[in-house]
C-alpha cells in the first residue's frame, strides 16, 4: 500500500477533473487514488453538479479538495454571478474542499457590462456565502498584451487579487504561452498570495503539454517552489490526449509524473 500523500512535507498534489474530463467522474477519483494523488481538483462543468449530486461518494474514493468555477456557458447557472455561487455552495457542503479557482471575467465591452458586479466587490468570499475554510483565487489566463507603457498584466492581476480578497491560481503553461519568463513571473508572487500552482507544460502556443514535451523549464519551477515553503496545491492539468486508451496505462503516466513533481518539489525544499 501507497504511502498516505497528505502526509508528506509541502505542498498537496492534486489531479484536475479536466485532464481526463471524458470518463465518469468516479473512475477519474479511482484513478487518481491509485497514482497517488492527495485529491483533486474538480471542474464545475454541468448545473447539475450540487450538494445533492451525489458527490460524497466521489469525495470518499479521492478527496475533492479544490473546485474550478465555470468558465463558459455561463447562462446555463443563470450568469456569472450565479454560477459563482452555485460553486461555493458545492465547495461549502463538501467536507475536504477548501479552495476555489476562478477566471477573472473577461475584459471585452459586453463581458465588462455583464459583470459590474465584479468591479465593484471588495470581499468575494463574502459576496458569494463562503463559509470560513474556503479561500478563492484568480488565475492567469494567457495574455496577448505587453505594452511598455501599460501596467505588467500580472501585476494588475496581484491587485486584483488583493482588492478582492483572493488569492492567485499561478498557471504555468498560460504563462508560458503568454512569451513570459515563467521562472521570473513566480518570483514577483508573494508566497502568501499563492494558493494553487496549474501545473503542465506548454510549446509555442500549445497548452497542457504533460511535463518534458514543452519548453518550460519545470523542473526548475517545482524546485522553486520548494525552496519557498509553498504549502498549498499544485494540480497537474493536462489534456486527455495525454493518455492511452486503457487504464492501467493512464494510472503508470500519472504516478510517474506524480511522483517526479514530488522528487523536485522536496528537492527544493532540502536545498533552501
Partial sequence: MSADPTAQSGPLILLSAGSLFHLPLKLIARIGRDAGFAGMELIMNSPKLTPESGLQAIDDVLPIRSLHAPFRDWADWGGHLASWKATTALANALPQADHITMHPPGSRLANMIQNRWFEKACDLPLLLDAKGRIQFSLENMPWAEHSPFGKDPLDRLMAQCRDKNVGL?????????????????????????????????????????????GDLPLDAFLRHLGSIGYDR????????????????????????????????????????
Fill in 169 to 213: 491560481t499561478y498557471d504555468v503553461c498560460h504563462m508560458g504561452v503568454s512569451g513570459r519568463d515563467v521562472m521570473e513571473a513566480i518570483r514577483k508572487v508573494p508566497t502568501d498570495l499563492l494558493y494553487n500552482i496549474h501545473y503542465s507544460d506548454a510549446k509555442g502556443y500549445t497548452e497542457h503539454l504533460t511535463p518534458g514535451n
Fill in 233 to 272: 496545491y499544485v494540480t497537474l492539468e493536462l489534456e486527455p490526449a495525454a493518455f492511452p486508451d486503457d487504464l492501467d496505462g493512464t494510472v503508470a503516466i500519472l504516478s510517474t509524473i506524480r511522483q517526479d513533481m514530488q522528487k523536485h518539489l522536496e528537492a527544493g525544499r532540502l536545498a533552501a
